[in-house]
């Protein structure tokens, strides 16, 4: 996990295009606390190891906070892209938080876009394939077409 300490640094992370989680959180703030603990434990989850994790303390960065919106503490930022993809404020139940940051992860930051798909990291080499031959089927059938049409202009003249 990243302690952020500048606008800049922040700045920095985000360009790098990266999946981003960023917990702003304040050293008074009990909720955070809490937090603490199963975030840093998802920052460590292997199969989380393309998303970065970065922490702001409001107090430090209090232009960084306004900038993102920032209303309550805690508050976590989902970015991908460099685009924001989320945020969700507070915690409701310490017992499910860890869920239902996973969830939130994998669905605002590791799930692929429907275009994107054959580009996405997360499919499977028999997918690609798949597609590729589906394209390949295509791309001859609608050649195929063409070319009978072309003919049949073709033999009309006969």
Request: overall charge positive; aromatic content about 12%.
């Amino acid at each position: 996990m990243i302690a952020i300490h500048s606008a800049k640094q922040y700045e920095k992370l985000i360009d790098r295009g990266t999946p981003l989680v960023v917990e702003f959180t304040a050293d008074w703030c009990g909720a955070c606390k809490i937090a603490e603990k199963p975030f840093k434990k998802l920052s460590r989850e292997s199969n989380f190891s393309r998303v970065t994790f970065a922490k702001i303390d409001v107090d430090e960065l209090p232009e960084v906070a306004r900038l993102e919106g920032v209303r309550g503490i805690p508050t976590f930022i989902y970015i991908s892209d460099r685009i924001k993809k989320g945020q969700t404020v507070g915690i409701e139940n310490p017992n499910t938080f860890i869920n239902h940051m996973r969830q939130n992860i994998h669905e605002k930051l590791l799930s692929c876009p429907t275009k994107e798909r054959r580009s996405c990291p997360q499919r499977t080499t028999w997918w690609k394939i798949k597609h590729f031959i589906q394209d390949i089927g295509r791309t001859m059938w609608k050649t195929g077409i063409y070319i009978i049409k072309s003919f049949g202009g073709f033999f009309s003249f006969l």
